[in-house]
């Protein structure tokens, strides 16, 4: 049974850092996307930063040059660095695996889920 668990949110200022962490288990990183997550309310679901199983990646606009997606294959931990963050980072956070490889990060499709870890930015 696929199980992505998230952790690693909290509460910080803006200009802080988090980590998030998304333990998977189920299956291997290989052939497949993994992903990072975001949605407030009010708002729709937004990608934020993809990995391909050629370790290609892909970051939104609001995220590029702050964010970092990266595996951890022994251990089978996908990571989030956030830095300088700001209150607009304001969100819950998923991790999300696809079900099989795609070309590109962009085509990245996503079968399974995490339950989400939330992360609050204060000014």
């Known amino acids: 049974q696929v199980q992505l668990v998230e952790s690693g949110g909290g509460s910080v200022q803006a200009g802080g850092s988090l980590r998030l962490s998304c333990a998977v288990s189920?299956?291997?990183?290989?052939?497949?996307?993994m992903g990072w997550f975001r949605q407030s309310p009010g708002k729709d679901n937004e990608k934020v930063a993809v990995?391909?199983?050629?370790?290609?990646?892909t970051y939104a606009d609001s995220v590029k040059g702050r964010f970092t997606i990266s595996k951890d294959y022994a251990k089978n931990i996908l990571y989030l660095q956030m830095n300088s963050l700001k209150p607009e980072d304001t969100a819950m956070y998923y991790c999300?695996?696809?079900?099989?490889?795609?070309?590109?990060?962009?085509?990245?499709?996503?079968?399974?889920w995490g339950q989400g870890t939330q992360v609050t930015v204060s000014s």
């Open positions: 189920g299956f291997g990183y290989s052939r497949r996307c």
């Open positions: 999300a695996a696809s079900d099989r490889a795609y070309p590109s990060p962009a085509h990245c499709f996503f079968d399974y």
């Open positions: 990995m391909n199983s050629d370790g290609s990646t």
